[in-house]
């Protein structure tokens, strides 16, 4: 008689299409928990036997036959079965036999055949995935996913492993606080047993956090605990925030928060007794409760300093500490005197400095003594300093910046100072951090700097068409870290209808590998000043620029450094001859008396110096720490130029703590001529060596917008005797031309405003800021008013000279007259041609005055995809007539 044991599963059947596997994996359970399913589905009805006979207790085994397989030996299944030929078997061997077949994850279908001892297993092997495909997924990109999807191609099907990926990919959603996300499993049946894996993924919603309750709490509101918390409610307020959504890792850093909330206010026995996040039935939000005890508040009591090191004087080191008897316990105010301890046995070399707190609570009293301890430990050297993670940068690079050599007696100074040093070179990742480790014996030190290199190279571009400009160009390119030598090469050129330009320079920070550094630029500007008249753009005055300049610097101290420089300038300005000549000389009629002394070639040879001293943490992105230079240029060694210029300029960076960076800084200078004489209608410094304020020094206001400045308005004369200058135009009048100062003053303050996480990873680094600034002091300009033109000849009234500046000549636009003197129409006779009409104007001169000009407004800092975005909205609080203002401005780059 023969005996059968078979395990069919739901899905032996045939796929002709993309079949869901949910169902699949649902009734796949005998799959997963075989003993279960042996006992429901294997063990078939008792067979009554025969009367004539009793039925077997045991039979051997006389063959086993594998059919069925196609990829897997028979041998392979065989291993996996304790069933061997010549042993005896029965029901019960049997039954684990078809679960170890289910234990392979292998097949889908498989039975055992019994013929008195010819054991027959056939079996259905899994199929092999063909290609494992994501659909729906838009929140989360394919390479965040797939690294956790352990199906792959050319793998066996298994629905455990299908289950597992499920549950990984809503894990995955789950972290992201999408709590609604489903994942459905589908199979799609190819041939030769092979299958395609789909899951398609619903993302829903983002889970957020609909309301926080707090239980317990009676000393601070429900509204001070929410504000310590990382973690917001969703509301129109916090819109915009990406704390809204739940985060168990957020929810546990909350704890932390509001236990450090209650220890920094006294509450020493503060605790929270639960966090419960319970997710509503839509799984679309999350209500968080948190049950807190406050217990009583503590005050300090006696604050002592004991000290095994010889070099620690507990008296003085008392006076130091920052806690006072009577003072309300503050348990950060604890943590920063250990830090700050520490910090001083650095100082004295002692690296590894054992300090311990030991806390004496009175709770009748409600006072907290506290005596640090300061136990003995050797004095620190330095055995060796390791360099890790600069594939582009030489070690010298970084070693040069150290400022403890191996050999040295460890210094906590010396190591902050190399980290701060690191840091403003601006090569490797932001707040690098050199980590200390023991090093062979007690009293050695290892330092580790592991540095992560980033972009030093910095491109911008930008290119755009007007009807004013035509075709404009500009681009620059600067690496900062040339050939990973820490070398600056930089090059730059700007092209358009009215300014081209080009420069290269080249710096060595290190000239022989000593710390001097040297560079040199040799640069080629020329620019074109405009105005407008009505909306035509016209150039005023031109101004070719060439020349070199050389530099060098030289560290004093660790802070203090000398800088010294020479430049050579050849200089030539001029005027369109067609439009502000009369004849063969400039004619201040058109071009104003300013812009005719302005004109010639001039040689300027300047030497100057910097004494700079700067002890900021970080000299590209400053938390703390002060910066003063001063620095004077003279002109005169050699060439027609003879000048003083002498500037002042200082900063201070305030760390507010929680990321808010306070800057002060401010800057102010004086030209003082030497040499020659002034002419009663010209400053004795010349147009070009003035010193201009405006965008982007100054926001809120254009370029060259601050300071002196001449408008020439039109005039309207047809009343002659009331001839009205038209200052309310729309335009800013005929000529609108910036004339500088010789003394300039700017301040400025600025707030640096964390966001965060989601904003901070996008590189957003937004500021509000107030600027404040003038230039002054130049010598009025002689002004030109032609309001009525007379014709001599025949004593009628005109509005407008023709004027051919070729050949000197002058002739009227004229307006006959009736009877009675007045005109008897509107039209003028046309110029002849050649002539050019001169309307009657009046000029004014503004802005020369030290009252400050105020600007506040917002920016914010983006690094964008396509490089660094600085985008600035700013208005201005206070001006003088005659300023341009101007409210929006910002810039683009790129680095690579």
């Known amino acids: 008689m023969g005996y059968f044991f078979g395990m069919n599963s739901v899905a032996s059947h045939k796929f002709s299409a993309r079949t869901q596997l949910s169902a699949i994996l649902m009734a796949g359970t005998m799959l997963a928990w075989p003993a279960a399913l042996m006992a429901q589905q294997v063990a078939p009805p008792a067979v ?48 684990q036999a078809l679960k170890d077949l289910a234990a392979t994850e292998l097949f889908k279908d498989f039975q055992i055949s019994d013929e008195n001892g010819a054991l027959t297993i056939q079996v ?34 298994t629905r455990s492993k299908v289950r597992a990926d499920v549950a990984r990919i809503i894990e995955l959603y789950k972290r992201q606080g999408r709590f609604a996300a489903t994942v459905e499993p589908k199979m799609v049946s190819l041939d030769q047993n092979r299958v395609d894996v789909v899951f398609e993924i619903n993302e829903g919603p983002k889970s957020k956090v609909r309301q926080i309750n707090i239980i317990g709490n009676e ?9 310590e918390m990382a973690t917001k409610e969703s509301g129109l307020l916090t819109i915009l925030s990406s704390n809204t959504s739940y985060d168990p890792d957020r929810l546990a850093y909350d704890q932390q928060k509001l236990r450090l909330f209650y220890l920094q206010n006294g509450y020493a026995d503060f605790r929270v007794i639960s966090a419960v996040a319970e997710l509503t039935s839509n799984k679309q939000d999350f209500i968080i409760t948190y049950v807190v005890e406050e217990g009583e508040r503590y005050k300090f009591a006696d604050v ?33 005197t250990v830090e700050s301890l520490s910090e001083t046995a650095g100082l004295f070399g002692y690296a590894f400095a054992d300090i311990n707190p030991e806390f004496r609570r009175d709770p009748e009293a409600r006072t907290m003594s506290i005596t640090f301890n300061v136990a003995e430990s050797p004095r620190t050297y330095v055995e060796r300093i390791d360099v890790n993670g600069n594939t582009l940068t030489h070690d010298k690079v970084v070693r040069r910046e150290f400022r403890l050599n191996e050999g040295d007696a460890f210094n906590s100074f010396g190591v902050k100072r190399t980290e701060n040093r690191l840091n403003s070179l601006g090569f490797f990742q932001e707040n690098l951090e050199i980590e200390r480790k023991e090093g062979s014996a007690p009293d050695r030190i290892i330092l580790e700097t592991n540095v992560e290199e980033k972009p030093t190279g910095e491109l911008s571009l930008s290119a755009g068409f007007s009807s004013i400009e035509n075709f404009l160009l500009q681009g620059s390119i600067r690496q900062r870290n040339f050939r990973g030598l820490g070398q600056q090469l930089q090059a730059s050129v700007n092209y358009s209808s009215y300014s081209k330009s080009v420069e290269l320079g080249f710096t060595e920070p290190y000239l022989f590998d000593r710390n001097i550094s040297i560079g040199g630029s040799v640069y080629r500007r020329d620019l074109n000043s405009f105005n407008f008249i009505d909306s035509d753009r016209r150039t005023t005055f031109e101004q070719v620029t060439t020349g070199f300049q050389l530099n060098t610097g030289v560290p004093l101290t660790e802070f203090l450094s000398l800088f010294g420089r020479y430049s050579i300038n ?61 620095s004077q240029d003279f002109a005169g060694l050699g060439g027609s130029v003879k000048y003083v210029r002498t500037r002042l300029a200082g900063s201070k960076h305030y760390n507010l703590g929680s990321r808010f960076i306070l800057n002060f800084s401010a800057e102010g200078g004086y030209i003082y001529p030497f040499g020659g004489r002034p002419t009663p209608t010209s400053d004795k410094v010349r147009l070009t060596d003035r010193f201009f304020l405006g965008e982007p020094q100054m926001r809120g206001f254009d370029i060259r917008g601050v300071g002196p400045r001449v408008i020439r308005y039109s005039v309207d004369n047809t009343d002659p005797a009331n001839p009205i200058v038209l200052t309310d135009n729309t335009d800013r009048g005929q000529i609108d031309d910036a004339l500088g ?9 600025e707030l640096d405003i964390p966001l965060g996480t989601g904003a901070k990873e996008l590189g957003l680094r937004p500021s509000i800021f107030l600027d404040v600034g003038s230039v002054f002091s130049v010598r009025r300009p002689e002004l030109t008013t032609l309001a009525n033109f007379m014709d001599p000849n025949d004593n009628n009234l005109t509005k407008s000279l023709c004027r051919n500046s070729a050949s000197g000549t002058t002739q009227f636009a004229t307006r006959p007259l009736d009877q009675n003197g007045q005109p008897t129409g509107t039209a003028y006779t046309a110029c002849p041609t050649g002539f050019a009409r001169l ?7 503004f802005g020369d005055t030290w009252m400050p000009r105020v600007a506040v407004g917002a920016g914010v800092n983006w690094n964008s ?31 690579f």
């Open 839 to 845: 309307d009657p104007f009046e000029e004014r001169f």
């Open 304 to 336: 002592d300093v004991k000290s095994e090191i010889r070099d620690f004087r507990p008296e003085a080191l008392k006076t130091l500490l920052p806690m006072k008897t009577g003072d309300w316990y503050d348990a950060k105010l604890v943590e920063d």
């Open 570 to 630: 050849f200089d030539d300005v001029t005027l369109d001859r067609g439009i502000y000549y009369f004849g063969n000389e400039c004619d201040p009629l058109v071009a104003g008396r300013y812009l005719c002394d302005a004109i010639g070639k001039r040689t300027t040879s300047l030497v100057g110096y910097t004494l700079a001293y700067d002890d900021r943490d970080n000299r590209l992105r400053p938390t703390r720490g002060q910066s003063l230079s001063f």
């Open 124 to 157: 259905t092997e899994n199929p092999v995935i063909n290609r494992v495909i994501l659909e729906g997924n838009k929140r989360l990109k394919e390479d965040k996913i797939r690294p956790e999807i352990k199906l792959s191609p050319r793998q066996i099907f």
């Open 48 to 95: 009554p036997a025969p009367a004539q006979e009793a039925a077997p207790t045991a039979t051997t085994v006389r063959s086993i036959t594998v059919v069925g397989n196609q990829r897997l030996e028979a041998q392979t299944i065989m291993s996996y079965l304790r069933l061997r030929v010549g042993q005896t078997y029965d029901r019960a061997t049997l039954d």
């Open 865 to 895: 995809p396509f490089g660094p975005f600085r985008i600035d909205f700013a208005y201005a609080l206070r001006k003088e007539e005659g300023d341009d203002t101007k409210r929006f401005s910002f810039n683009v780059g790129t680095q």
């Open 219 to 227: 000393q601070y509101s429900d509204g001070d605990l929410k504000d």
């Open 741 to 749: 100062g010789r003394a300039y003053y700017q301040g400025r303050i």
